[in-house]
């Protein structure tokens, strides 16, 4: 059975009043499996599933790769991966680490896997997936200088992984538009089966030839030009029509007490992807402004 079959469907994994439930979302609110009827305003979400990995694409989108001088069409995608620790949810906070002030929100949509994957054929790949979800694959731009382009600490850090508010399923999210916004204003917007070089078939079977997917497993599908770096007390929220909207809030975090290792840069490359054509805003941010 196909991820595009049926009625749409979205599941949410909540808190409710201190417990935790699987709940079905309608225009009425959330239904929990055991039958009662509950407002989305007294529930705290979870992320809608429970992933043994992450998996990334870099640069799918056309318009992210021609922003960043691609030339041409990629003939194959590569892959970075987000540690499981880095996940977060729907209201979850964006947490930007003292001393840092490259934070940059990436929406993203996530296709969630449904059963164990391998060495699958290209057309049975749809049929491998339990649904969709929203994601935000935000970064640390301020770290791209090191661990040798892995960006492990880019995209790994705590909280740089939220995801949700629910798993859907019953849709077919080529026709589905993805807009980021910030406070409200548009600041990303792709149509899905549009502007992916790969789409979320190719990335699933390819992945499959070499690792083993397994139920919860993650696999993000790139973000469309025009990623930025925020401020503390923005809003991010991403929105995939027929799927749902992730809403999230930057705030700042502690200063590492570690004084080692790698520290943030305000390197032309940080700046380059951080701030991205933006020269004239790159010629005026950002490290002479105190962080916090």
């Not at 899905?192 to 497993?217: K, N, S």
Request: include cysteine.
């Amino acid at each position: 059975m196909s991820v595009f079959d049926g009625p749409r469907l979205e599941r949410r994994r909540i808190i409710f009043r201190g417990s935790e439930y699987w709940a079905t979302s309608s225009e009425s609110g959330l239904t929990l499996d055991d039958g009662r009827l509950v407002e989305e305003a007294e529930v705290k979400h979870l992320p809608p599933c429970s992933p043994t990995k992450i998996i990334c694409p870099h640069g799918n989108y056309k318009s992210r790769w021609f922003e960043f001088g691609g030339k041409g069409e990629p003939t194959e995608p590569t892959y970075f991966m987000k540690p499981i620790s880095s996940l977060n949810c729907h209201d979850g906070q964006l947490i930007r680490p003292g001393g840092h002030v490259y934070l940059n929100y990436e929406g993203e949509l996530a296709a969630v896997v449904g059963r164990v994957t391998r060495n699958i054929r290209l057309e049975d790949a749809w049929d491998h997936l339990a649904g969709f979800t929203v994601a935000n694959d935000a970064g640390l731009q301020d770290m791209r200088d090191t661990d040798a382009g892995s960006m492990l600490r880019v995209k790994g850090a705590d909280t740089l992984c939220p995801v949700g508010p629910g798993l859907v399923s019953g849709v077919d999210i080529r026709s589905s538009v993805l807009t980021t916004y910030r406070n409200g204003q548009i600041v990303q917007q792709a149509n899905i089966g549009e502007d992916m070089w790969f789409g979320v078939d190719y990335l699933v079977a390819d992945i499959a030839r070499h690792i083993t997917l397994v139920p919860g497993d993650l696999v993000l599908t790139g973000t469309p030009a025009n990623s930025r770096s925020v401020d503390l007390g923005d809003i991010i929220e991403v929105e995939i029509s027929q799927v749902g909207r992730l809403r999230n809030e930057v705030v700042g975090g502690e200063v590492p007490q570690f004084l080692g290792g790698h520290k943030p840069l305000d390197s032309e490359e940080s700046r380059r992807i951080a701030l991205g054509n933006d020269d004239g805003v790159a010629k005026e941010l950002h490290y002479n402004k105190k962080s916090t």
